[in-house]
């Protein structure tokens, strides 16, 4: 089975501090994703990466930065967090075939900032 | 820009009966299609998905349907089961880079399903 793992559950973090969300696949995959989940607003895209060092912003990139150093882990950073950051986050990696797009997602980050 | 969005934020069924949960998608470029079960405390799990070729796919218990012709999506679960209460998402595959799929989604807000003993 494919296992995809973050490196906490919850975390409590002040405003100002620099905040890194770690995850690890252990698939193989080429394309990883960041996701922020919010009550109402679904699941939206802040950063992907389809190859190591490779990263693309997704659709609310701001306040956010990624590092691909190796394939099986993708690191999310909050430069200086903000209370407007508070939120569930949640990684993603694709078993990326031309057919079937099925992303794989850890179990979530809950963060809070205070 | 594009959204997929989910008719009902909360559909409340008695256990046994069928579930529908309908989804709205807007992009008419997009190919696939698939549907996640997100429990508490969980991330999502994969369903069921759809290509844009077909209207129809079934699974274990489990049937989502395409219309294409007004962007509809649905899944349709048999003889719901207490287990199958949970948050579903629906999301569709669009990229727009000129080359290369890189597999993005785009998520719908999620309907709450819950069922009652």
């Known amino acids: 089975d494919v296992k995809v793992t973050q490196s906490s559950r919850y975390l409590v973090k002040r405003t100002g501090e620099k905040v890194f969300l770690e995850c690890v696949q252990d698939?193989?995959?080429?394309?990883m994703f960041w996701y922020r989940q919010d009550p109402g607003l679904g699941l939206r895209l802040i950063y992907f990466?389809?190859?190591?060092?490779?990263?693309e912003k997704g659709d609310i990139p701001e306040g956010y930065s990624v590092s691909r150093e190796k394939k099986e882990r993708f690191s999310l950073i909050l430069e200086s967090a903000s209370t407007n950051q508070t939120s569930m986050y949640l990684c993603?990696?694709?078993?990326?075939?031309?057919?079937?797009?099925?992303?794989?997602f850890g179990p979530g980050t809950r963060l809070t900032v205070t | 820009g594009e959204s997929v969005g989910l008719h009902l934020p909360t559909l409340s069924v008695q256990e046994g009966d069928n579930s529908i949960i309908n989804c709205a998608y807007s992009?008419?470029?997009?190919?696939?299609f698939i549907w996640y079960k997100q429990e508490s405390g969980k991330g999502p799990q994969f369903i069921i998905d759809?290509?844009?070729?077909?209207d129809k796919r079934q699974g274990q218990r489990v049937t989502v349907l395409l219309n294409k012709t007004v962007k509809h999506l649905s899944l349709q679960i048999a003889a719901t089961q207490p287990g199958d209460s949970a948050v579903y998402f629906c999301?569709?595959?669009?990229?727009?880079?000129?080359?290369?799929?890189?597999?993005?989604?785009?998520f719908g807000q999620g309907t709450t399903l819950q069922v009652k003993p």
């Open positions: 993603a990696s694709l078993e990326g075939q031309d057919t079937h797009y099925e992303q794989y």
């Open positions: 698939m193989d995959h080429e394309n």
């Open positions: 990466s389809y190859d190591v060092k490779m990263k």
């Open positions: 992009n008419s470029a997009s190919d696939y």
């Open positions: 759809i290509r844009s070729n077909m």
């Open positions: 999301a569709e595959n669009y990229d727009d880079r000129g080359s290369g799929n890189t597999g993005k989604l785009i």
